[in-house]
């Protein structure tokens, strides 16, 4: 890569990303309660391989070796999420703490720390715990979760926070909100297929979820700040997801103002209340009406500023071209057609072995400038990266990770550029990611991490890709030393 070498600051952060439920496993051990996915991943029909989480890459067990494997992969951070209901096994306020999840998680923190590498904590990475859905249906219930959410989010801060200067309260809560209760492929499951759930209303759950999101988090914040910054000096914030809307057919004014369309029903709907207006976008309320909620004006006042920092995962991107039908009551994509080819045939890129994840590092510099344009906060990556097809055993091959080195190489490039050139402020390139995880509906059947899991293995074996060192190698030449 010539022409960006140490054009990221010294302080800037590199590692990688996980979610407990994804590679923990332990399910019942040291007294933790139930999540939602220890009850889903258990139906039949719902997990595509028809595995569960009872057991999987064991971190719970292997945390040290892994924090090894992040210090000989030349990471300077690492982003976990902390499992609520090992840390309060029923949820609530009114809930028993649990000493021994508090007791893993600050070994977990010591450990990252001896090893020189900052943890990066989220608070809520899709796992809910389960008594909280049996007692009041949880992110459906505005009151009682934000409570709940806040008290545990408390619980955190006390415990951890001496430590722990980076948290993120939720991940994405566009796609936990739309898979889990408008598909119904993630836990709970909810959505109006009667044939996939026998609860659920999908056009309008998973608005009220993500709306009840934004508020739990705001509270969330507000409580960080008033009763912990001033002494514990972290930050906090939010993660968003978003993927970039190329138009299927960039001299069609009408593709146009449908990829920039999909942009803010997919981001903005999430980003605007937080970063610029406390509201929702306007486009947005137009083509949703009555089904979107509202902020009363104390809840906007708490939502705008409610993050220190922009919290993006970007994988992708697709071709968005305009559609002639009027939007039906379940879209919350702005009325599109998402595309694999634009209108000269060409393909978004190479494609991974995730049905919905192409190789577009084109795309990432684009969304990037949108992205910070909009908004004008400093940029934290938070996840991206990519499975690869036929990787399904530890060989040379497989372990020679050539199309996941592309695709990082080409990412890493773009991000250089579009701070150096483009002058976009990022303070973090968190990979996801680490090890092999469980892949939520898709089970162990997608390999995201630069570490080949070896599932079948008592010790769960892990096998370093080339990938891992080939990031680890762009990012000492990007980073300033001094
Ligand atoms: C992100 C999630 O959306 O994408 C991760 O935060 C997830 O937890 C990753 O593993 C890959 O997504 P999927 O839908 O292919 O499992």
């Not at 509270?219 to 912990?228: D, G, L, P, S």
């Not at 001299?251 to 029903?265: G, H, K, Q, T, Y």
């Amino acid at each position: 890569m010539k022409g960006v070498e140490n054009c990221l600051d010294k302080d800037f952060y590199f590692g990688y990303a996980t979610a407990a439920v994804q590679i923990e496993g332990a399910w019942n051990v040291d007294d933790k309660g139930l999540s939602i996915w220890d009850k889903f991943s258990h139906l039949p029909n719902k997990i595509k391989d028809d595995t569960n989480v009872d057991e999987t890459a064991e971190a719970y067990k292997f945390y040290k070796e892994d924090v090894q494997l992040l210090k000989s992969y030349g990471a300077n951070a690492y982003r976990f999420s902390i499992a609520w209901s090992r840390i309060i096994p029923l949820g609530g306020r009114n809930d028993p703490v649990n000493a021994k999840g508090i007791e893993f998680y600050s070994n977990l923190i010591d450990e990252l720390l001896a090893n020189g590498i900052t943890p990066f904590v989220t608070l809520f990475h899709w796992d809910t715990p389960q008594a909280l859905e049996d007692r009041y249906n949880s992110f459906l219930n505005k009151e009682e979760f934000v409570a709940d959410f806040c008290n545990y989010a408390k619980v955190c801060y006390e415990a951890f926070g001496d430590r722990v200067k980076h948290w993120i309260t939720f991940n994405e809560p566009e796609v936990y909100s739309a898979c889990a209760y408008l598909a119904g492929i993630f836990a709970p499951g909810r959505c109006s297929d009667r044939s996939k759930s026998s609860e659920g209303n999908s056009s309008t759950e998973p608005l009220i979820v993500s709306h009840n999101m934004l508020i739990a988090h705001a509270n969330a914040v507000k409580i960080y700040r008033t009763e912990f910054q001033p002494t514990q000096k972290g930050t906090i914030g939010i993660t968003l997801s978003g993927n970039w809307a190329e138009p299927w057919n960039p001299n069609d004014p009408r593709d146009v103002s449908a990829a920039e369309r999909m942009l803010v029903f997919d981001i903005a709907r999430f980003a605007d209340p937080v970063f610029k207006s406390g509201d929702y976008p306007p486009e947005v309320r137009d083509q949703m009406g009555d089904r979107l909620p509202t902020f009363t004006p104390e809840e906007s006042a708490l939502v705008l500023g409610s993050s220190d920092f922009y919290g993006m995962n970007t994988y992708t991107a697709f071709y968005i071209k305009h559609k002639d039908t009027p939007a039906d009551d379940t879209d919350t994509k702005g009325n599109v057609v998402y595309e694999e080819t634009n209108w000269e045939g060409k393909p978004r890129g190479p494609k991974s072995a995730t049905d919905w994840l192409c190789t577009t590092p084109w795309a990432f510099r684009k969304l990037l400038n949108w992205i910070y344009a909009r908004y004008k906060y400093p940029i934290y990556l938070t996840e991206q990266g990519t499975t690869a097809p036929g990787e399904t055993a530890p060989t040379e091959d497989v372990l020679n990770d050539t199309f996941r080195i592309d695709y990082y190489t080409s990412y890493v490039e773009s991000l250089a550029l579009a701070v150096k050139e483009d002058g976009v402020v990022v303070k973090s390139y968190l990979a996801w990611s680490l090890l092999d995880n469980w892949e939520w509906a898709n089970g162990f059947t997608d390999r995201f991490g630069v570490t080949f899991v070896d599932f079948s293995s008592p010790e769960k074996t892990r096998y370093p890709k080339k990938s891992a060192y080939v990031l680890k190698e762009l990012f000492q030449n990007l980073i300033k030393n001094e």
